[in-house]
C-alpha cells in the first residue's frame, strides 16, 4: 500500500471498521461437513452448527424428526480449537486440550462407555488431546505424546487392538477409548471404514477397510494393523467414503482407492491399489468427500472433480468428471468435503457451500427434507453462507500529522502479526519493521515513519 494521499482517503472508514469488528462480528477460521449435517468455528472459539439432527449431533439439546436446524446455531460461546463432523456425530476439542463429543453413538462412537445417543455437549477426556477426526461409526484421536486412540465400530480390523470391554462384543465396537498406537502421531484422517496416519517423520500409514484399495497397501486386503504406505515426504492428508489422498513436499497431489466417478482423475480404472499421482505441484490443501474430491491449490483457487450428484463441485451442473475443474479463482483458504455437499472459507472470512441442502446443513435458511416443502434441494454454485466482518485481513492507513504512517488491520484475537515494508513491487524486497499482537476483537495498529522520497508498500502476515 502507497503512503499517498489516496491512502488518507481510504482511512477514512479505519475507525467504523475497526468498531465493527471489535463489536461481534467474527471471521470463520474453520469447517467440517459430515453425512448431512455442518460445524465451523469463528475466531472467537465459538462452536456454530447446522443441519440434521436426529441423532443430537448438533449439541443443541434437541434430538429426533424436525429438528434440524437450517440457519447457523451457536452451541458453545468459546474456548472451542478444532472439530470434526462424522456421519452422524460430532466432535469438538477445546483450548484445554479437552474432547467433547455429541450425537449418535449406538456403536460406542464418543467414547462414554454408553451406547446412548447424547443431544448436548459431553466430556469424554478432561485434557491432552491434540487432534481429532470423526468416521461412519467410529472416531479417533491423539494426545499430547503423540499416542492414537480410537473408540466405537471395530469391523474391518478398526480398533481391533484393544483390551476389550468386558461387558461388550470385542468384536464389533468399544465404548471406552483404546490406544492403537503409542506415539509419534502428527495428524489423523477418517473415511467410511479407514484411516489415515501421518507421523512426525512425515510416512504415511494406513489400516482399516480396503475392498477398493484405499489403503495403498498393493492389494484389496483389510487391515487390522497400521500399515506403512509412503515412508517419507508425506505433509498432508484425507480420508474420503472409499478413497484416500495425499500430498508430498513438493505440493504434488496423490490418490488411492475408488475412482469410479473419476474422483482420483482417471476414467480408466475403477480403483487404484497403490497410491497414484494425480497431479504435480502447487496444491496446499485436500479434502476428500463421497465420490468427490476438492483441492486446493497455492494461489488460493479452488478446484473438484468426481461425483456431482447433487451440485456439490460447484460448476453449475450435476455433472461428473474425471478432470480437476476449478470453482473458485482466488481467496479460498479452507475447503470440507460433506456426504454431497462442499464447503470453504475465504480470506475475508465468509463461509461458502454448495451441493445438497435436504437436511439445511448449508444453512441458507431452507432444506427440501422431511417435510415436503420446496425449497431447493440442490445449490450448483456456490452460496455464501456467514459474511465476513467489515475489513477483516485488510490494511488501512492514515497519515499522521507527526510524519508517521498509522496501519490498522483486523485479524484473528492473539495472533502476531508482522508488519513488512517495501520500497518497490518490482521486484518487492520485503523489510520487516515490527511485530504486534492483535488484541480481544482481532484489531492492531502499527506506526511506522514512511520514506517520503519513494512509495511505501505495506503488508501484514501472521507469524510464530
Not at 178 to 198: D, E, F
Request: some cysteine; glycine content about 16%; overall charge negative.
Amino acid at each position: 500500500m502507497r503512503a499517498k494521499a489516496n491512502l488518507i482517503q481510504i482511512c477514512l472508514v479505519c475507525a467504523a471498521v475497526l468498531s465493527a469488528a471489535i463489536s461481534g462480528a467474527q471471521p470463520v477460521t474453520k469447517v467440517a461437513g459430515g453425512g448431512g449435517h455442518t460445524l465451523f468455528l469463528k475466531s472467537d472459539g465459538s462452536l456454530w452448527a447446522m443441519g440434521f439432527n436426529y441423532y443430537g449431533q448438533l449439541g443443541d439439546g434437541n434430538s429426533g424428526a424436525f429438528t434440524g436446524i437450517i440457519t447457523p446455531e451457536q452451541i458453545v460461546p468459546s474456548n472451542v480449537t478444532a472439530i470434526a463432523a462424522g456421519y452422524h456425530h460430532s466432535l469438538f476439542l477445546k483450548s484445554d486440550g479437552s474432547l467433547w463429543a455429541m450425537g449418535d453413538n449406538d456403536v460406542g462412537e464418543l467414547g462414554d462407555r454408553t451406547t446412548n445417543n447424547i443431544n448436548h455437549p459431553e466430556q469424554i477426556i478432561a485434557s491432552g488431546v491434540t487432534a481429532i477426526a470423526a468416521g461412519y461409526g467410529f472416531s479417533l484421536f491423539t494426545k499430547s505424546n503423540g499416542s492414537l486412540w480410537y473408540m466405537g465400530f471395530t469391523s474391518y480390523g478398526l480398533g481391533n487392538q484393544y483390551t476389550a470391554d468386558a461387558s461388550l462384543d470385542p468384536t464389533n465396537y468399544t465404548t471406552v477409548p483404546q490406544q492403537i498406537v503409542s506415539g509419534g502421531v502428527m495428524a489423523i484422517a477418517t473415511g467410511a471404514s479407514h484411516a489415515l496416519i501421518l507421523k512426525n517423520d512425515s510416512s504415511l500409514w494406513a489400516m482399516g477397510f480396503n475392498g477398493a484399495g484405499q489403503l495403498g497397501n498393493g492389494t484389496l486386503n483389510s487391515t487390522t494393523q497400521p500399515q506403512q504406505i509412503v515412508p517419507s515426504g508425506v505433509t498432508a492428508i484425507s480420508a474420503g467414503d472409499s478413497d484416500s489422498l495425499f500430498l508430498e513436499n513438493d505440493g504434488s497431489l496423490w490418490g488411492m482407492g475408488d475412482n469410479s466417478y473419476g474422483q482420483l482423475g482417471d476414467s480408466i480404472n475403477s480403483y487404484f491399489i497403490q497410491p497414484q499421482q494425480i497431479l504435480s505441484g502447487g496444491f496446499a490443501a485436500i479434502s476428500a468427500g463421497n465420490g468427490d474430491n476438492l483441492f486446493l491449490r497455492s494461489n488460493g483457487s479452488l478446484w473438484g472433480m468426481g461425483a456431482n450428484v447433487s451440485g456439490e463441485l460447484g460448476d453449475g451442473t450435476l455433472n461428473r468428471t474425471n478432470q480437476p475443474e476449478q470453482t473458485v479463482p482466488s481467496g479460498v483458504t479452507v475447503i470440507a468435503a460433506g456426504n454431497e455437499f462442499s464447503l470453504f472459507i475465504k480470506s475475508d472470512g465468509s463461509l461458502w457451500g454448495m451441493g445438497y441442502n435436504g437436511f439445511g446443513q448449508l444453512g441458507l435458511g431452507d432444506f427440501n427434507g422431511y417435510n415436503g416443502s420446496v425449497a431447493p434441494t440442490w445449490f450448483l454454485q456456490p452460496a455464501q453462507i456467514v459474511a465476513g466482518p467489515p475489513g477483516y485481513n485488510q490494511v488501512s492507513g492514515q497519515l499522521l500529522g507527526t510524519g508517521d504512517m498509522q496501519l490498522s488491520f483486523l485479524g484473528l484475537a492473539g495472533t502476531n502479526y508482522a508488519l513488512d515494508r517495501s520500497f518497490s513491487l518490482s521486484p518487492a524486497n520485503w523489510i520487516a519493521q515490527i511485530t504486534n499482537t492483535a488484541g480481544a476483537g482481532g484489531a492492531l495498529v502499527f506506526t511506522n515513519a514512511p520514506n517520503p522520497a519513494t512509495n511505501n508498500f505495506w503488508r501484514v502476515r501472521s507469524v510464530p
